[in-house]
């Protein structure tokens, strides 16, 4: 069965329910049982009352309808729009001067041009090349661009402006078309091509009042001709279709606030925000160069804080060109004000905020409410899961679709990540708005606090992927965001600056055991991603909840924690040693053997740092004794292997290869054991300490066999900071086999790492190295 009626439109979802409906021979009943949808809502579905069923009801009713994957497809689609936008039913036919008198001969008048159109050179140039195309004698119609982005990206004036720089290649006329997408009552096709044809010569008893004839009458009068034909502000795609009617030499340019991703054939021009040197040069335009060179730094921020969107660049400098006397910094402070930003970017009757309102008006129930809570999303972007926690739906491809409604709407952006949204600056401000406004405050608490839960709970359970086999207290809580450790992995990276938000949400809130429970989970993690500085306040939060409970063993734990990141991340041994001190206290309180070992251990790593050889040796010893007597395995090899680095330290090469050896034993992962990342980071690291102690034997080839395993390892795993140490090292090794280039390569890469992990200690330290090589590599030369 076809989803085109006979004349051309498409059908409605009630129609084309009742007809499957009745090709495989059911009453409403039979379809109910079969479905397992009430008769009702079925009666609902054919008589159009609900015309966009949820894609669960529609899955549900493809097997008794007994339809193809195509039929489907298409019944997801139109009730997709049914849920899209409500239909409008109250439609008057436009007046000529509303719909815009299309233009007649090669000397029309279109709208004025802006004279201080900015930064849309690149998409000028491309829409002049699609208009110098030759035309295709095979072709029945002509080329059509799309020009779509977010309200007040300035779509029309770039289509105004095209218009006149194009004129010349359409000697035939140019028609500008407003379709009044946004209004409460769009154009009708049909009064569109009235106007067309009244404009091309037509009389009007000679028009025809069936909407298909009109449109064919149209296309045999533009056949032959060249004209460009702007269609400013569409609805939808079924506003459009009708209106595509030029010929092979026309051009049919559209501009719509959704991307008309129905559409098909057509050029795309998504429209976006300026770049910092546009934004300042539209509003150097407006305000004139010497202002703007006065206040350069704070008319950047001005042009940032305008979220870099024409329109809101315009009122911005419309209210400073009225106000001379005012500085730009003036009007830069009610802008930083975020409750008061929208209200300030209106001047006269250019306001932002109505120009937003308008395309919040048409979204469907269930998008309006995802915009405005994902306005409660700390970070730059979020995903479908995000939407569905706020907005509690319980299925995600409802919430899915919200977020498809809002993009086509151009009130939400695909980030660059894959599969996540953002928001352009002052959408969000807007949002934040209408949730202020539209909900109530209950409401709001019960969204966010629903959405602060979900990601703790979530990044805990992600973060116990990360457990070494010999330390799995908790086995990771099955979820459906993530099924292994890449996936944990790969969520704990899209949701980096929202979940440590909802940590400190929590901790502000006092629940310390949530806090306690991911700053725990996350010990292993720290290895694979995050900065230096987001460790020390995760395991500080961690400290300041275990105090707060007054639980001395998860304090020990946490002072652990938080040692570690002060000596290896931050370079801060002295502080580190101290750190471990308050861990040792509160571990011998609690009783817990373990973490007296562990802090033994960790003081001794800071001690080693501060090149405290002999103050370090006895504490490993001690470690290892208190790990043997709480059975605990893992940690006694931990200290080994440190133990080995001692005596590299004090040059006893052959013992500490042993110790090396025996440990690498340890930790090497079984041929058959399922793969584990920390296990495979901790030999990674171990392999980079017995590689130091191999150079130190003159076995440099497999020292940097060692190191470069190593790297291998943490390459697989994403551990960026065992990277860098990793590089670093083998780079010395290759300076001390004469490879220079090799060794510059090595260092230059770490260095990009120690930047981008925080470890600023490591990263001057390379910094060093790498000149020195570079001073090396100039001598050599000579």
């Given at each position: 069965m076809s989803t085109t009626a006979h004349d051309g439109a498409p059908e409605a979802f009630d129609a084309l329910l009742k007809g499957y409906r009745v090709r495989a021979g059911l009453t409403q009943e039979d379809l109910a049982e079969g479905a397992g949808v009430s008769v009702r809502a079925i009666s609902d579905m054919e008589r159009g009352i609900a015309r966009g069923p949820q894609r669960r009801t529609i899955a549900a009713l493809a097997g008794p309808l007994r339809l193809s994957d195509d039929e489907l497809a298409a019944l997801h689609g139109i009730a997709k729009r049914g849920r899209a936008r409500p239909a409008v039913t109250a439609v008057t036919a436009l007046a000529p001067v509303a719909a815009g008198i299309p233009v007649r001969g090669p000397a029309g008048v279109l709208p004025p041009d802006v004279e201080d159109l900015a930064g849309r050179s690149p998409d000028l140039a491309a829409l002049r090349a699609v208009a110098a195309e030759p035309a295709d004698p095979r072709q029945r119609t002509g080329n059509v661009a799309v020009l779509s982005g977010p309200p007040g990206t300035g779509k029309t004036s770039v289509a105004v402006r095209a218009a006149h720089e194009l004129a010349g290649y359409f000697p035939d006329g140019q028609f500008f078309l407003k379709l009044r997408g946004m209004s409460a009552e769009p154009g009708r096709p049909a009064d569109?091509?009235?106007?067309?044809?009244?404009?091309?010569?037509?009389?009007?008893v000679q028009i025809p009042a069936d909407p298909e004839q009109r449109a064919g009458l149209c296309r045999s009068l533009l056949r032959d001709r060249a004209v460009l034909i702007v269609l400013d502000d569409a609805a939808d795609e079924a506003q459009v279709r009708p209106l595509l009617v030029g010929g092979p030499r026309c051009l049919t340019l559209v501009t719509s606030r959704h991307l008309l991703v129905g559409l098909e054939g057509v050029r795309r021009f998504p429209l976006g925000a300026l770049d910092l040197d546009a934004g300042l040069a539209l509003l150097t335009t407006i305000i004139g160069p010497a202002r703007v060179a006065r206040e350069r730094p704070v008319a950047a921020e001005l042009v940032e804080l305008c979220g870099r969107l024409p329109l809101a660049l315009r009122v911005a400098g419309n209210r400073l060109a009225s106000r001379p006397v005012w500085s730009i910094g003036r009007l830069v402070d009610q802008l930083r004000d975020?409750?008061?930003?929208?209200?300030?970017?209106?001047?006269?009757?250019?306001?932002?905020?109505?120009v937003f309102t308008l395309s919040y008006q048409q979204l469907s129930p269930d998008a309006a409410r995802a915009f405005r809570r994902l306005s409660l999303v700390p970070g730059a972007d979020f995903s479908a899961g995000t939407a569905r926690v706020l907005t509690d739906v319980p299925d995600e491809d409802d919430a899915a679709d919200c977020l498809e409604e809002l993009t086509d709407a151009s009130l939400l952006q695909l980030s660059p990540a894959e599969g996540r949204y953002q928001f352009h600056d002052l959408l969000r401000v807007f949002a934040a708005e209408r949730l202020d406004r539209d909900e109530t405050p209950e409401d709001i608490g019960r969204a966010r606090d629903r959405h602060t839960r979900w990601l703790v709970a979530t990044a805990t359970a992600a973060a116990r992927y990360f457990q070494p086999s010999g330390d799995v207290d908790s086995?990771?809580?099955?979820?459906?965001?993530?099924?292994?450790?890449?996936?944990?992995?790969?969520?704990?990276?899209?949701?980096?600056?929202?979940?440590?938000?909802?940590?400190?949400?929590?901790?502000?809130?006092g629940d310390h055991r949530a806090v306690l429970g991911l700053s725990e989970a996350m010990h292993w993690y720290s290895e694979f991603g995050g900065t230096a500085s987001l460790w020390h306040e995760v395991f500080g939060l961690g400290v300041q909840a275990a105090v707060a409970l007054g639980s001395k063993r998860d304090e020990a734990v946490q002072r652990n924690y938080q040692s570690w990141v002060l000596a290896v991340l931050l370079g801060r041994s002295a502080d580190a040693v101290r750190m471990t001190g308050l861990a040792r206290d509160a571990a011998v309180e609690a009783g817990d053997l373990r973490e007296q070992a562990w802090a033994r251990t960790y003081q001794a790593n800071s001690e080693l740092r501060e090149g405290r050889h002999a103050v370090a040796?006895?504490?490993?010893?001690?470690?290892?004794?208190?790990?043997?007597?709480?059975?605990?395995?893992?940690?006694?090899?931990?200290?080994?292997?440190?133990?080995?680095?001692?005596?590299?330290?004090?040059?006893?090469?052959?013992?500490?290869a042993d110790e090396f050896a025996a440990c690498l034993d340890y930790f090497a992962p079984a041929p058959d054991a399922p793969d584990n990342p920390v296990d495979d980071n901790n030999y990674a690291y171990l392999l980079l300490r017995s590689a130091g102690n191999l150079a130190a034997l003159s076995s440099l080839d497999a020292a940097f066999r060692q190191s470069e395993e190593a790297l291998r390892l943490f390459r697989v795993h994403g551990a960026l900071m065992g990277q860098a140490r990793a590089l670093r090292l083998g780079g010395t090794f290759l300076r001390g086999q004469g490879d220079l280039p090799g060794a510059r390569a090595h260092l230059a890469d770490a260095l990009v790492l120690f930047e981008r992990t925080g470890q600023h200690t490591a990263h001057a330290d390379a910094l060093r190295e790498l000149a020195s090589l570079t001073d090396e590599s100039g001598t050599h030369s000579a």
């Open positions: 569109v091509l009235h106007l067309v044809l009244r404009s091309l010569g037509v009389d009007a975020r409750d008061r930003r929208l209200s300030a970017l209106t001047a006269g009757d250019l306001d932002v905020r109505s086995p990771p809580a099955a979820t459906p965001w993530f099924a292994d450790h890449l996936g944990a992995g790969r969520w704990l990276d899209a949701e980096a600056e929202n979940w440590p938000a909802a940590l400190r949400g929590t901790a502000a809130r040796v006895p504490l490993l010893d001690e470690a290892v004794g208190l790990f043997d007597r709480a059975g605990y395995r893992l940690g006694s090899f931990v200290a080994r292997s440190i133990r080995a680095g001692c005596l590299h330290v004090d040059g006893r090469f052959h013992e500490a």
